[in-house]
């Protein structure tokens, strides 16, 4: 089975899970790093956590870490068998939070489609929890376009544990997919590197194709609103032709594999 994280886009829908409390397990040198001055969220205490990147909050929010997806169960699919290291990276967000007060911020106010309030956390200690989880290797990048705060941080911490062989990335679960390979993970949220080769704009769609036969090779594909983001970011898709680039986002099937690319933080240009 595929489909390591759940990365849900920003929408209103609800929906409750049932809430696992845990025993907290000793995690490492937190990670101290929060702005002077976050946008405000307000405080809470967390009475329980869910998953890796879900907690209960004491007045019976529930909250998703932003810009993080962490091995889990899935919400679709409860009754699957969860994820390699979902235990894990639950333990070590119990060890982080779990009875403790935290500061909500960036974008704090924001709600998921499962209802769920989205935010950074820190907590009284002052470790940024996002940062935390991302350098221990038990979650990855997983950002979306309505919130890119702290997303280039956040990728070089993902960028020092996937080097390090830490937690995720040292399972073939978690692997980088080539995009040969990402026709056998639609469905799933994943992480492709390849050579980019033809891109064209039709219909106002960008498509950078990844192969000769677009009918069938791994495409990613960038409308309107994303390319004035990448235009205003520095990253024209026209510049992305012969690039070698790695992708994140999830996998569907349209005339072959193909992620779809919101926001410019989903595209890395790697060296040649």
Known sequence: MVGPTHCPRLGAAARLPAILLLVAIAV?????????QPTAGGQAVVSAVIDGDTVMLADWRQLRLAGIAAPKRPLDRPDDTPWPLADAAR???????????????????????????????????????EGELLRGGLARVCSTADDRTRVGEMLALE?????????????????I????????????????????????TIRGETYVDFGADWHSDFTVTIDAPARR???AAGMAPDSLAGRRIRVRGWLRFRNGPLI?????????LLPP
């Not at 490492?28 to 002077?36: K, V």
């Not at 020092?160 to 995720?168: C, K, N």
């Open 260 to 268: 779809e690319a919101t926001h410019p933080e989903q595209i890395e």
């Open 91 to 129: 333990s070590a967000l119990a060890a982080l939070v779990l009875g403790k007060t935290v500061q909500l911020a960036d974008g704090g106010g924001a709600r998921d489609r499962y209802g769920r309030v989205v935010a950074q956390l820190r907590t009284a200690a002052g470790t940024w929890v």
């Open 159 to 175: 960028d020092e544990a996937r080097a390090a062989g830490r937690g995720l990335w040292a399972d073939p679960y978690y692997r």
């Open 229 to 231: 983001l990448f235009a």
């Open 28 to 36: 490492g040198r937190p990670i101290e790093t929060w702005p002077e």
């Open 177 to 200: 997919r080539s995009p040969d390979e990402a026709g056998d993970a639609i469905g799933s949220f994943q992480l492709v590197e390849g050579k980019a080769g033809r891109v064209a």
